[in-house]
């Protein structure tokens, strides 16, 4: 049973939620702001968060900015319809996927298991290593020239998948349905990931010499 910690201020959403992902078979902690939401997680430890975007007091992008500063804690965001920007700039914070209000409650559910798939799945590779970039799949580390770099679990898995498949070019379909398990979704999401990537593993981030971009098709991993 994961423990999942769901932070929105709409009671009714909040409840929704929770009714879902019981059904689906987690341990749900709620919390309506920020500042309880950070506490409890701290405190708890969860093993995912939902996340509303627009809270009160401490919203929801500092909310991932926090956590993302003490734990890799996968985060799964709710964002209105409009907020375009904000859905970007949580996904550069490290947030692993979205879902856009108003949604689906089960389709919400199906991604948290989705992540959830993902970040706790038996790896198919024991060690994964490129020049200086070392891979540690099994205790998901991954070190450049010997020291350790910072990803998220969307990051990590996105730079396996790179690193088990160079010299392939993947458009950003391919990457969502392969990476993600999306069979649909924004492809943004993929460009922001490979940016942060891009400016943790590559010695100029604005002239990538590891992950190219193919243009008219998507991006394919070079190794060193």
Same mark, same amino acid.
């Given at each position: ?6 932070v ?50 401490? &919203? ?7 956590? !993302? /500063? %003490?734990s ?5 965001? +709710? $964002? =209105? ?6 859905r970007?700039?949580?996904?550069q ?11 689906s ?13 993902r970040?706790?799945a ?9 020049? &200086? ?7 998901? !580390? /991954? %070190? ?6 910072? +990803? $998220? =679990? ?6 396996v ?5 160079p ?43 590891r ?14």
């Amino acid at each position: 049973m994961r423990k999942i910690l769901v932070v929105d201020d709409d009671l009714t959403v909040r409840d929704v939620v929770r009714r879902y992902l019981e059904l689906a078979g987690h341990q749900v902690a709620l919390a309506d702001n920020g500042e309880d939401a950070l506490a409890w997680a701290a405190e708890h430890k969860p093993d995912l968060v939902v996340l509303d975007l627009m809270l009160p007091g401490i &919203d929801g992008l500092e909310v991932c900015r926090r956590l !993302r /500063a %003490t734990s890799e804690v996968p985060v799964v965001m +709710l $964002t =209105a319809l409009g907020e375009e920007e904000n859905r970007i700039a949580g996904l550069q914070l490290g947030a692993d996927d979205y879902v856009t209000k108003p949604f689906s409650p089960r389709e919400l559910a199906l991604r948290v298991s989705s992540v959830l798939r993902r970040t706790t799945a038996p790896p198919t590779f024991d060690e994964l290593a490129d020049g &200086d970039l070392r891979l540690d799949v099994t205790a998901r !580390r /991954a %070190t450049r020239g010997g020291t350790e770099l910072s +990803l $998220t =679990a969307r990051e990590f898995d996105l730079l396996v998948f790179f690193l088990a498949h160079p010299g392939s070019a993947f458009t950003r379909e391919q990457l969502l349905e392969k990476v993600w398990g999306w069979d649909f979704g924004d492809q943004s999401t993929v460009t922001v990931h490979v940016r942060r990537l891009r400016e943790k593993i590559e010695t100029t981030p604005a002239k990538p010499t590891r992950i190219a971009t193919v243009w008219g098709v998507g991006y394919r991993y070079d190794r060193a």
